[in-house]
């Protein structure tokens, strides 16, 4: 079973920047791809973007309305993926999610299955 | 840009069946999965894989895909199934991942 828990979550103005946190776990010996969602508030779920895993190739991808601006990191040695948030808008007010993305062709039917955290909250305010 | 298209909600009785529908061209070649998302909760997922369904989530959940559409169906529609439920799946090329805007289940 894999455990993510988010941190860093918090009120920041427009145009501001903000990095959230998620420590993971669970993964055993392989490492997981990792990914992040948002909902704003009242609205659906939004894909922010993921990274692969190194062995993969680290490569990064992202969301439109976020691309340029926001940047996804891991740190393999201590399982901790970043979410670095640039030029903040209104409109990237939500709870922000980390979860394990699944990989399609991987063996090991625990990183094929999704998990998620419980979300950290971030508010963006002019 | 790629996008995933869901009915906007479905209301059953209970003990019925409910089937909510995802509809995405790139179905064919790419997974979906479906959560269950409570008022004020962390969405939970309740089929991956198409139609594997995850320990603990009750067997009256089901999933199938077939086409451009996969389908997550509650047979049995129980109350505790309200709720919010989104699909899942990636563009052609597994490059940017893609939710439906979600499907509110009414169950009365």
């Known amino acids: 079973e894999m455990y993510m828990e988010e941190s860093g979550g918090g009120l920041v103005q427009t145009g501001g920047s903000l990095t959230l946190s998620c420590a993971f776990s669970?993964?055993?010996?392989?490492?997981?791809?990792m990914s992040w969602v948002r909902q704003a508030p009242g609205k659906g779920l939004e894909w922010v973007g993921r990274?692969?895993?190194?062995?993969?190739?680290?490569?990064?991808d992202y969301a439109a309305p976020v691309k340029g601006r926001f940047t996804i990191s891991r740190d393999d040695s201590s399982d901790i993926l970043f979410l670095q948030m640039n030029s903040l808008k209104t409109e990237d007010t939500g709870m922000y999610y980390c979860?394990?993305?699944?990989?399609?062709?991987?063996?090991?039917?625990?990183?094929?299955?999704?998990?998620w955290g419980q979300g950290t909250l971030v508010t963006v305010s002019s | 840009s790629y996008e995933l298209t869901q009915p906007p909600s479905v209301s059953v009785s209970p003990g019925q069946t409910a089937r909510i529908t995802c509809s995405g061209d790139a179905l064919p070649k790419q997974y979906a999965y479906w959560y269950q998302q409570k008022s004020g909760q962390a969405p939970v997922l309740v089929i991956y894989e198409d139609k594997k369904r995850p320990s603990g989530i009750p067997d009256r959940f089901s999933g199938s895909s077939s086409g451009t559409m996969a389908t997550l169906t509650i047979t049995g529609a129980q109350v505790e199934d309200e709720g919010d439920y989104y699909c899942y799946s990636t563009d052609s090329g597994g490059d940017l991942g893609v939710f439906g805007a979600g499907t509110q289940v009414t169950v009365l």
């Open positions: 979860a394990t993305d699944p990989i399609p062709t991987e063996e090991w039917e625990s990183l094929r299955r999704p998990s």
């Open positions: 669970g993964h055993n010996f392989k490492k997981p791809w």
């Open positions: 990274i692969k895993r190194k062995s993969d190739g680290g490569t990064t």
